[in-house]
Antibody
Framework: QVQLQESGPGLVKPSETLSLTCTVSGGSISSYYWSWIRQPPGKGLEWIGYIYYTGSTNYNPSLKSRVTISVDTSKNQFSLKLSSVTAADTAVYFC???????????????????WGQGTMVTVSS | DIQMTQSPSSLSASVGDRVTITCRASQSISTYLNWYQQIPGKAPKLLIYAASSLQSRVPSRFSGSGSGTDFTLTISSLQREDFATYYCQQSYSTPYTFGQGTKLEIK
């Protein structure tokens, strides 16, 4: 079965760039959308963005100027870069698969059906 | 952005109780609504997608209903392992947004 695992530094200095990688195992990264979602301590969930295996992306406008999501199909990995971080970016970062269901002419049902365990990233000097 | 509002924010209940959690969208989202369960320290788990479809291997005591702007998640008979935080999420349009969560606690 498909499993996701996040990796990357747990501590990032203010104004620097947060970099995380999600490794997909037990299945191919192809033919799916892959997302990053974060959760500040004690708070709710925030969608950051997603990438299709072809490389097309969709970002949350609230973070768009600072976010880059990329994919490496040869390694079955996708990555997140968040620049100019502040303490407000301290959170658990999850990678997740966005699975598609029925599609009409204008829209597709989707849900985050498989998640990584999450990795805590603290922004502090 | 579409705002998702859950009620209540917290709820105390006993094993065997029937529980209902409500989620309201700030505009109509048809049935583009998912429900997740999150146990502390763990990743969210998909329970219900498209408002009422049960995800594979999720117990049948979980059910979802609604369309437009008003949705409900019902647990027919609470089990001990159901005490967790529940989130709704709209998949109608990006940016995808989640409700603030409903924490279900043991009475």
């Amino acid at each position: 079965q498909v499993q996701l695992q996040e990796s990357g530094p747990g501590l990032v200095k203010p104004s620097e760039t947060l970099s995380l990688t999600c490794t997909v195992s037990g299945g191919s990264i192809s033919s799916y959308y892959w997302s990053w979602i974060r959760q500040p301590p004690g708070k709710g969930l925030e969608w950051i963005g997603y990438i299709y295996y072809t490389g097309s992306t969709n970002y949350n406008p609230s973070l768009k100027s600072r976010v880059t999501i990329s994919v490496d199909t040869s390694k079955n990995q996708f990555s997140l870069k968040l620049s100019s971080v502040t303490a407000a970016d301290t959170a658990v970062y999850f990678c997740a698969r966005r699975a598609l269901g029925y599609c009409s002419n204008t829209n597709c049902y989707s849900a985050f059906d498989i998640w990584g365990q999450g990795t805590m990233v603290t922004v502090s000097s | 952005d579409i705002q998702m509002t859950q009620s209540p924010s917290s709820l105390s209940a006993s094993v065997g109780d029937r529980v209902t959690i409500t989620c309201r969208a700030s505009q109509s989202i048809s049935t583009y609504l998912n429900w997740y369960q999150q146990i502390p320290g763990k990743a969210p788990k998909l329970l219900i997608y498209a408002a009422s479809s049960l995800q594979s291997r999720v117990p049948s005591r979980f059910s979802g209903s609604g369309s437009g702007t008003d949705f409900t998640l019902t647990i027919s008979s609470l089990q001990r392992e159901d005490f967790a935080t529940y989130y709704c999420q709209q998949s109608y349009s990006t940016p995808y947004t989640f409700g603030q969560g409903t924490k279900l606690e043991i009475k």
